[in-house]
């Protein structure tokens, strides 16, 4: 494991030792300001480091400049094609461009570009999708999207930028195919230091989609490739920021807050648990520290086989227990059980405030 360069996007740090960033996109234009700046500000609160928005035309970027008055978390100007918008991006207040410079035209308007990006200190991020593989990059690599090609075609754009010595880049190379992404990124890892951002593109819709991205995304960070991540769904961006921390508290990276262990359930099981695993997700998601809540479906052995959960719940006919590190702290109605658990995450969240 190599460690990245690191850049700045607004207040975030992307690369070297940081914290790997969580990103979404907004599903409005910056047009509809206060629609996009309640959503990216929600966005923000969920979770998400950092949230890029489509800049389709002139008038997105210059609403932008308000956009940018509304909301704090950093953003990124997605543009395609045309260098003018990212100059107004810029101009506006962007704190990051994803653009990529070889499909900007003429090689004044890269300087244009890149002039105004050295002078903001705003980062380039190249976005390679395999289903946009240019002509000739197709034909060199067997005629379809293979992971050399994305390779290629990202180290292209990469020379321009730093022809013009512009370094502050981010890469990425995103598939849906699982399996590709995961061996551009590896090869990208073997060949440069800057920072790269993962993705499964077009991953589908929320079960699929998280699979996917938790199999791509998560393979890579295992393996300590990767600075910032974002999942792609068909659903609403709040639940990509969800399933992106879950990935990451998943692979050991990050936690946040709460997360909830909870049986398969067997024929001992004698009470509703899945109701009530997810009614302890839902309750648990206002704590702050991060500690594993355990909900088991019998008295017998959950308490035993939850022991590394912090807290829990055991469910019983009728009397259920509530347990800490194993230790069983009370025995409760079933009716009252996770009222009980609560009770305990409160009084232990309010321990050293
Ligand atoms: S905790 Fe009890 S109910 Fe849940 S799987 Fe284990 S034995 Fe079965």
Redesign the pocket.
Known sequence: MSITRQVRVGSVLIGGNAPIAIQTMSTFSPVDTDYAASQINALHKAGADIVRVAVPDKKAAEALRDLRKLVTVPMVADIHFDYRLALTAMESGIDALRINPGNIGKRENVVKVVTMAKEKHIPIRIGINAGSLPEHILNEYGGHPTAEGMVAGALEHVKILEEEGFYDIVISVKSTDVPMMVKANRMLHEKVKYPLHLGVTEAGTLYRGTIKSSVGIGALLLDGIGDTIRVSLTDDPIKEVKAAKEILSSVGLQQYGPVLIS???????QVKLIDMAEEVERRIEKFKKPIKVAV???A???PG?AREADFGI?GGKGTGLVFRKGKVLRSVPEAELIDALMEEIEKYEKEGE
């Open positions: 049986c398969p359930t067997c024929g001992r099981t088991m479906g019998c017998v052995n959950g086989e055991a």
